[in-house]
């Protein structure tokens, strides 16, 4: 074995490991011990996601701002922060794409912009992860997380390091919520605010579907369980019923246990907030029981995989997408220069012009603040985020502006609803 | 939030049936955890890998007879071949895992065969992980539906299908084990490695059979699994092999019929448990609250009876 170990260690090796194996009469009280810390972490594991987890709410007054000095020749770095393997792929590299084309030929006082990827899964851990990781290498700002649970976990981490950072595509209230103990001075978004799709969804599913009963599944995330609230509580302010909500984790795909729920409740409609991964499988084992009852979702499932994955399955799926009017000079631009660079549309995937809008207002920004002196650039970071929080740009997405929380004011964003139809969405008449 | 609190009889029953589907599947796998621990006293963690790789296989069986394309006699066929295929994959896989990851450390300390087990399994889950791209495959739907039963109380055919599949399949290891010359062999391993040796059994070669048994029995739970749940990821095998475990222990571990007990005593406690509790006044407990229920029992097991349901190991250590 191990020549400095000695004896005493060895033993103590092969007993743990008869411990283990159930060969001792302590076996029981290890097995105890070891199976309540599995439970603790499951437990943790499994608790909410939302809004409650962050009364310590760190915010403005933990960060400091401290000035980057980029060198002689050298690039400025700016993170994106997004999922770049996985089941989200095709919602998240794209989103990396088009960031990255804000900042093709740019230069400032001669340095170059230079992006740095860094992939958070979409998840609270990968958030923070991605976070640190981005703060280690120097960046002066990050566009992103993707993702709400993301944003939640990272904001701490950005607070404190005085980066601020835009994100073209969470959209959970909780992200920008006052009662989070914030907002966070750091963080701003160019999309749209929950706030707006649950309740257009709800007066879809009451006016348009006329349904009064529904039955709530949901991502136990920031996002779905922003959602769920928006949705319920509209649609029982509406006067309808909301029959009963259950909560999955990601990656789940045993859903027989809600199906039945369903089944055995009032329903007339399933709300689903969530993404597409889980989504597919859900509604494939809820179509194996129930061709009727009707499927309504939201941005996170109206994807291509989703209809790729549920075929048939998905017809007749409702889902909404709140989409700024994608239309205008800049747009059009950067729809062509997207198409050139990546030989897809950039329509193909949600979010491109928000990514794009996002890298934008980072690089005007730092425009204004960045200070030659010599050959190098010094970027007040306190500068840069004040000039960020007074962005007022028309982008691809529309108007541009922040208020107080760090939410786009400038634009309208009407909330498009589509049925899947012969195995494509088709705009809802 | 629940406003049916007391639900009809015939809600009951089809979660019972999703239980017991659920159940099967922890069955079939805890059966390869019992019996590896019966003639090893390994507890093979590599056993969801080798359960998710039989998945693969029949996945890739699948898409190979055209996935959504399949209809008429053509998916009897193709279910068959997703399952000796997988059942192929799997007892291949979990060969090579027994040959390179565990005889070497056969006689090292046993705390050095379960780091191996533990390594073996996060290698796996990433090598598969990493070939797909980390994305989910999914099954085509071509199994029949439709469902049998009278009045309310309905059972789906691909459940009836799951259930019956893995009884087959327990009743088939069953006959092996008792009433072959191999199943001797294995239980006379299990019973006293050394001993048997002398006697004239082949004891690597019976070891090697524990697990191509094993990898056979997970691998048609893989298939079964994909063609229920449809999603299929690198992943896939971590909380099902946990789970599979968890119910070798609840049955008594080393013990085959603890093993298929357990199983559908988890099965039927982390679905039907869960939704009794959740009708409790003032509790919530979401579809989440599954698996804490079910590693609570596991606790609840080792502390008031550590040898399991089926009270004395069958395999006992010499």
Redesign the interface.
Known sequence: MVPSLNGRQ?YT??R???I????SQR??WL??IA??A??AM??IA?GDDDDDDDTDGGNGDGGSFETVTVGDGAPIKIGISTIL???L?SLGVPIAQAAELAGEGVEIEGHAIEFIRRDDQCTPEGGASAASQLIEEGVVAVVGPICSGGVIAAQDLYEAAGITHVSPSSTAIAATAPDRGTPYGTFFRVTYNDGIQGPAQAEFALNELKVTNAYIVYD?DAYGSGLRDAFGDAFEDGGG?I???????K????????V??I???DAELVYFAGFY?EA??FL??LR??DKDILFLSGDGVRDDEFLA?A???AEGAYLSLPSPVLQGAVYDDFASRFQAATGEAASDSPFTAEAFDAATVIIKALMEVAEADGGELKIDLGALNEAIANTKIDGAVGAISFDEKGDNSGGETPVTLFVVKDGEFVAYE | ????FL??AS?WF??TV?GL??GSIYALLALGYTMV?GVL???NFAHGEVFMLGSFAGYFVMVGFGG?EIAGPMIAVSIFCAIIVAMAASSAAAVAIERIAYRPVRNA????A?ISAIGVSIFLQFLVLDMT????K?YP?IFP?GSVGVSDYQV?Y?QLFLIGASIVMMLFLYVVVQRTSTGRAIRAVAEDKDNAALLGVNVNRTIVIVFILGAAMAAVGGVLWGLF???V?G??GFLPGIKAFTAAVLGG?GSIPGAVAGGYFLGLAE?VG??MLTRLPGVEF???????IA??L??LV??FR?TGIFGERTYR?A
Do not use: H
């Open positions: 060895i090796m092969e743990l490991g008869g283990l194996l159930f060969n076996a029981r097995w105890l199976s309540l599995i439970v499951l437990a499994c393997a996985g089941d792929e136990t019923t029959s009963g909500k259950e909560g999955y984790e990656k789940e795909t045993n859903f027989q246990s809600i039945t729920n089944q055995g409740s991964a597919t499988p494939q084992q194996q029981v994955g075929g048939a399955d | 939030m629940q406003v049916f639900a009809s809600f089809d979660q999703n589907t659920s621990y006293q390994l507890i959504d300390p046993r705390l050095t379960l791209s980390a994305k989910a999914f739907a539906e789906s691909i749940f449809r999603g990821r992943t896939m571990i679905t869960r939704e979401g579809n989440e609250w599954r698996d804490v590693f609570s596991l606790v080792l502390l550590p250590r």
